[in-house]
C-alpha cells in the first residue's frame, strides 16, 4: 500500500511541476529569457535545497535522460532545418563546429587553470565541456525571429553539428585523466571516423525512414509520428553502437526526413515538436534538481564563475568566430552576433555530467563551475540576442508565410494534398478575387475561415489577410503553388 501511495504522489508531483513548467513558458517570452533558464529554475526550486520536495542525486539517470533528450531536441530541430537555406552555411557552420570548438576549449582551459588552480587536463575538460553550443537552446531563441536567414543557418547548423566535436573532447580528456588514452594519431583517427561514420549513418537511416513512413501503410495516421521518432532513436543506437557520433547521426537523419516528401508530415513535426518541449523541460527540471544552489552560489564559484564566463562570452567565442569565419563572406556586424548568439544549454551541462560518473578527482567543482557558466551565459546572452539583431540591423523585414500540409486520411494514396495558407497584408494574393489567382491547373480553395466562420468560396470572393485558405493541389503543382502563394507586394518574390 505504501509504495502504491508512493507512486500516486510521483505521478501528482510530476504533473504539477509539467504544469508550472509550461505556464512560465509565458514569463520566459516576457522576459526574453531562454525557457530552459526557468525550467532549471523550477528544479532548484523544489530540489533538496529549495522546498525539500525531491531529493535526487542520481548521476546515471540523469545522464540516461539527459542524452534521450537530446536525441529528442536535434531530431525535431533537424525536421524543422531548411536544407536550401542551410546548405550555403554548411561550410562555415562545420569550421565552427569543429576548429571553432578546439579553440573555444583552449582558451577557456587556459582561464580556467588559473581561475580555479586546476591542472591542465582538468582545465582543458572544462574547456572541452564548454566549448559547443546548444540546439536546444539556439532553437528556441531563433524561433520565430527575424534574424537574417544567412545568420540563423549558420547557428542552426553548428549547433546541430558541434555536439560531437565536444563530447569526443569531453571523453578524450577523461580518458587521459584516467589514464586510458591513446595516441595524437589514434585520436585524430577516431575523431574523423566519428564525424565520417555519424553523418554517413545519418544519411542512411534518413533514407530508409523516409521510404518507410512513404510505403509502410499503418492502420492509422497516430502512429506514423511514433515511427518517424523509432528511426531517431535507431540513428543513435545504431550510430554509437561502431562508436561513430549518435548525435550527428541523429540530426542528418532528421534534416533527410525533413526535406523529404512524406506522408503525414505535419502529424510527424507537431508531434515531435510537443515531444520535443517535454523533454525539455524533464531534462531541465531534472538538472535543477539535480545541483544543490548551496554549493553551487558559494561566494569563491561565483566569482571564479563570472570570472570564466567573461572570458568565454567576450574573448574565446568571439576570437574563435573570426578566426574561423575569416575565409567566409561575413560582415563584422555578422560575425559579432553568430558569436553572442552561440548559447550554452543543455548539452554542456550533460557533458558536465561525465566526469561524475567517471568519478575523477575535482569532479563535482567541475559539474558546478560549468552549470554556473552555462547559467549566466544563457541568461546573459540569450535575453540579448533579439535586441542586439535588431540593433545591429541583422533583423529582416516580415515575410509571408508558409504554407502547411493536412493530412486526410480518405485521400489513401492519392496524388492531392490538403495544404493550409493563412495570407497576409504582405501576399499579393490579399485583396483578389479567386477568378483572379493565377493558380496551377486542378488546384481548387475549398473552403475559407475568416473570423471563424466557414466560408464556401466561389469566383467572386475576394481574399482578406488572415483568412485561412484550404487548398486542393496535385502533388506535382505543390512548390509552384507554394511559391506563388507566398509572394510579396513589397519584393515581387
Not at 522546498?51 to 540516461?64: R, T
Not at 586510458?180 to 594519431?185: H, M
Amino acid at each position: 500500500m505504501h509504495d502504491y501511495m508512493v507512486t500516486n504522489q510521483f505521478i501528482f508531483l510530476f504533473a504539477l511541476l509539467l504544469i508550472v513548467s509550461v505556464v512560465v513558458t509565458k514569463f520566459s517570452t516576457r522576459l526574453g529569457v531562454p525557457a530552459l533558464v526557468l525550467f532549471i529554475a523550477v528544479g532548484m526550486i523544489v530540489g533538496s535545497d529549495g522546498f525539500g520536495l525531491v531529493y535526487f542525486d542520481n548521476v546515471h539517470l540523469a545522464e540516461a535522460v539527459g542524452i534521450f533528450a537530446l536525441i529528442v531536441i536535434l531530431f525535431e530541430g533537424g525536421l524543422h532545418a531548411n536544407w536550401h537555406s542551410m546548405k550555403p552555411a554548411l561550410a562555415p557552420a562545420i569550421t565552427m563546429a569543429t576548429i571553432g570548438v578546439l579553440l573555444t576549449a583552449a582558451i577557456v582551459a587556459v582561464a580556467a587553470h588559473y581561475i580555479f588552480d586546476l591542472t591542465w587536463l582538468e582545465s582543458v575538460l572544462i574547456g572541452s565541456i564548454v566549448g559547443s553550443t546548444d540546439a536546444a537552446a539556439v532553437f528556441s531563441v531563433l524561433k520565430g525571429q527575424n534574424v537574417k536567414e544567412k545568420l540563423a543557418a549558420t547557428l542552426e547548423a553548428e549547433s546541430g553539428t558541434n555536439d560531437p566535436m565536444a563530447m569526443f573532447l569531453t571523453i578524450t580528456c577523461i580518458e587521459l585523466i584516467s589514464g586510458q588514452g591513446s595516441s595524437v594519431v589514434s585520436m585524430i583517427g577516431s575523431f574523423i571516423w566519428e564525424m565520417g561514420a555519424g553523418a554517413a549513418m545519418g544519411l542512411l537511416i534518413g533514407f530508409i525512414a523516409v521510404t518507410a513512413i512513404n510505403r509502410i501503410n499503418l492502420d492509422t495516421s497516430g502512429l506514423y509520428p511514433l515511427f518517424a521518432l523509432a528511426f531517431a532513436l535507431v540513428s543513435y543506437g545504431l550510430t554509437s553502437v561502431i562508436h561513430a557520433s549518435g548525435l550527428l547521426a541523429v540530426y542528418v537523419s532528421a534534416l533527410y526526413i525533413g526535406n523529404a516528401e512524406i506522408t503525414y508530415r505535419r502529424s510527424i513535426i507537431r508531434f515531435n515538436e510537443g515531444f520535443g518541449w517535454l523533454m525539455q523541460i524533464c531534462m531541465f527540471v531534472l538538472l535543477g534538481l539535480f545541483v544543490f544552489p548551496k554549493e553551487l552560489f558559494t561566494p569563491s564559484l561565483m566569482i571564479k564563475g563570472f570570472l570564466l564566463s567573461l572570458v568565454l562570452i567576450f574573448l574565446a567565442r568571439p576570437l574563435a568566430t573570426f578566426l574561423t569565419l575569416i575565409r567566409f563572406k561575413y560582415t563584422a556586424k555578422e560575425k559579432l552576433f553568430i558569436s553572442w548568439a552561440g548559447l550554452k544549454g543543455a548539452v554542456p551541462i550533460v557533458l558536465a555530467l561525465f566526469p561524475l560518473i567517471a568519478s575523477i578527482e575535482n569532479s563535482q567543482l567541475i559539474f558546478n563551475a560549468v552549470f554556473f557558466v552555462v547559467l549566466l551565459s544563457t541568461v546573459l546572452q540569450g535575453s540579448t540576442v533579439t535586441t542586439l539583431a535588431t540593433k545591429l540591423k541583422l533583423v529582416e523585414p516580415p515575410t509571408t508565410n508558409e504554407i502547411e500540409t493536412l493530412e486526410l486520411i480518405s485521400m489513401g494514396r492519392n496524388n492531392l494534398e490538403m495544404v493550409e495558407y493563412k495570407p497576409t497584408e504582405l501576399n499579393e494574393i490579399s485583396g483578389k478575387r479567386l477568378e483572379d489567382l493565377e493558380f496551377p491547373d486542378t488546384t481548387l480553395i475549398n473552403a475559407i475561415l475568416r473570423s471563424g466562420e466557414i466560408i464556401s468560396p466561389n469566383g467572386q470572393t475576394v481574399i482578406k489577410a488572415g483568412d485561412t485558405l484550404y487548398i486542393m493541389v496535385s502533388m506535382q503543382y505543390k512548390k509552384q503553388l507554394a511559391k506563388y502563394l507566398r509572394r510579396n507586394k513589397l519584393t515581387q518574390k
